[in-house]
């Protein structure tokens, strides 16, 4: 049985009397690709951000790989071999694309391999013809791919992305999957994502969150047909 | 980058050879001097504030330590050399300690310009608290108000007597601001000056790339107060006192302008706001017609308008369009034709 590279136990996270985490308990399998579905204020950004250091959990406990990384900050986690994109683009506007992802392998290796490493990345994305334009000036896709460029270059054993999708054109998402699949070769990775036509074609296991705590885990398909899913997603009384 | 390490480093010596060589015909040397050390108290600013992204209101509290410092220990040495390195040393110490507190405190900018400029004022306020007798570092004495006098100044290392001073001193000055500039260029080029500007750019990003952002802040803010202590080690060897206008907020907010007229983000930007603001604060000092406030204030006020870049950037985009090197402009505008169509 594969090994459990992220688990939390009885997570909570509240802000004043809003409960937006409730006691959720994730386990995640190495090379397991999970996506994180569930309305507007289900609870799953407060869960990314709680997992990644970004917040500090009220209650529970958070283990990568065995060891508790509950109330780390954002770069002991990054540390430890897990890359990180957050909901809003998160580069170095003013850097090259080559810079931004030399920089993302310069924290691991030395200068030179960091090098090779960026080089080999800009072709695995296709971002050549781009690789000396400063981000700034680049469209709202290429800097998604960039961003996921650099969380992929740092050879992670566990990726958190959230909501990669978001506002890219349909061959931008089509090329962001390749890239997420390529990923799973080597690392477990969690999507918390909106978007339901691109988790139809990426995801395998679904972890369905409703009003902060999780409402079902399953099979993708399964939870798509499920009646209760239904009725969170449209909003309807069950 | 533009330029090879190499090209960068014979340019910035043969052009200030040049500088070095050519300025005291047109300035005296003793006005000169104090325009050099300023452009290094300029530089220290340029370094933390256009590179690291840390904006420091009291620039001039590590400026007016590293003199202090250096007036107290000649007094007690009674020879020049470690005095000098004490200079350096303290300020950086200093500002790691408070850097440390501000960056692991997670303070923003704003707070960290409050911060900043408060320490200033109250080591203004504290040196200039100090000039009853009870007030002595070993046969110093801090003299409030007055200040110090009477110290140590810049000898030939093991030589006590042999001062430097003068036209010498003016090529000392010179040549430091040449070692401190080639070693920021060094630094910039490093890992870390390059994590620094990723710094600059993205806390965020770079926590999540595994970067320890407080730790690296810290140690940039800590140079930036070497530097200006070094600077104002040197100042107090020009002045030959050193008293606590040096601490003053007018002090810390003529850094700041410095840089942005000079150009942020650039190496030499500061260097040329620095020591041109100065000169010209010096040429206005001499009529009584106009206070030379207002005139700072305007060419702020006018930098800020109209050259929001500053002159370094000005004068090199002025530089390229002269001479006709656009090739970048529009290869990138092809690039970005041919992806779309």
Known sequence: MAETVLETQGLTMRFGGVTASDNVNFKLKARELRCLIGPNGAGK?????????????TEGHVFMRGQEVTGWHPHQIASLGVGIKTQTPNVLDALSVRENIWLAARRF??????????DEMIDRLALGSIARSSLGQLAHGERQRVELGLVAVADPWLVLLDEPAAGMSAQDVERMTAIIHDLTKTAAVVIVEHDMQFI??????????????????????????????????????? | MARTALQDVLLTLVVSALLIWIMPMLIGTYTLTVLVIYGMLGLSLGLIWGFGGILCFGQAAFFGLGAYTYAIAAINIGESTLPMLLAVLVPAIFAALLGAMMFYGRLTDVYLGVITLVVTLILFKFVNSTAGPQYVIGKARLGGFNGIPGFQTLNVPGDPGAYIWGDPYYYVCAVALVIVFLLVTWLLRSSFGRIALGIRENEVRMGLMGYDVAARKTVMFAIGAAIAGLAGALFANWGEIVTPSLFSLGQSAEIIIWCIVGGLGTRIGPIIGAAGLAYLKFLLGQQSLIDNTLITGLILVLFVLFLPKGLAP?????????????????????MRRARHG
């Open chain 1, 45 to 57: 950004s407060t869960f990314f951000k709680c997992v990644t250091g970004l917040l500090t959990p």
């Open chain 2, 314 to 334: 000005a004068i090199a985009a002025l530089f390229r369009a002269v001479f006709g090197r656009t090739r970048r402009k529009p290869d990138a505008r092809r």
């Open chain 1, 109 to 118: 290796h030395p200068v030179s391999e960091a090098r090779d490493r960026s």
């Open chain 1, 200 to 238: 139809r074609s990426i995801a395998d296991t679904v972890t369905v969150f409703h009003q902060g705590a999780v409402l079902m885990e399953d099979h993708v398909d399964r939870v798509m047909s499920d009646a209760q899913v239904r009725a969170v997603y449209l909003g309807k009384k069950t």
